[in-house]
Nanobody, 120 residues
Framework: QVQLVESGGGLVQPGGSLRLSCAAS????????MGWYRQAPGKQRHLVAT???????NYADSVKGRFTISGDNAKNTVYLQMNSLKPEDTAVYYC??????????????WGQGTQVTVSS
């Protein structure tokens, strides 16, 4: 089994910053992709940013220039630095990982979600 544990959400004023972290643990052979999705109330879950084990990144247009995703392969951890936050960034943020397990199977895993609220 693989677990993803997120941290770093909270309440912040518009224009502020937050940093999310997500650590993967368990029967991991390799973590191939990690990333973040978010889901606002009444809306579908959408991609925010992803990073591959090789360091390639992908961002939603709505967060380009404001959010930065980074990873620590040795720790199987991904970070999301969020700057210049806007009220429309308010959502539950979910960590995501594509993992090759020690049994050579490939699965997608999700964290439990962390709330980010941007409000004055």
């Amino acid at each position: 089994q693989v677990q993803l544990v997120e941290s770093g959400g909270g309440l912040v004023q518009p224009g502020g910053s937050l940093r999310l972290s997500c650590a993967a643990s368990g029967t991991i052979f390799s973590v191939d992709v990690m990333g973040w999705y978010r889901q606002a109330p009444g809306k579908q879950r959408h991609l925010v940013a992803t990073i591959t084990s090789g360091g390639s990144t992908n961002y939603a247009d709505s967060v380009k220039g404001r959010f930065t995703i980074s990873g620590d392969n040795a720790k199987n951890t991904v970070y999301l630095q969020m700057n210049s936050l806007k009220p429309e960034d308010t959502a539950v943020y979910y960590c995501y990982a594509t993992v090759t397990t020690t049994r050579a199977t490939v699965y997608n895993y999700w964290g439990q979600g962390t709330q980010v609220t941007v409000s004055s």
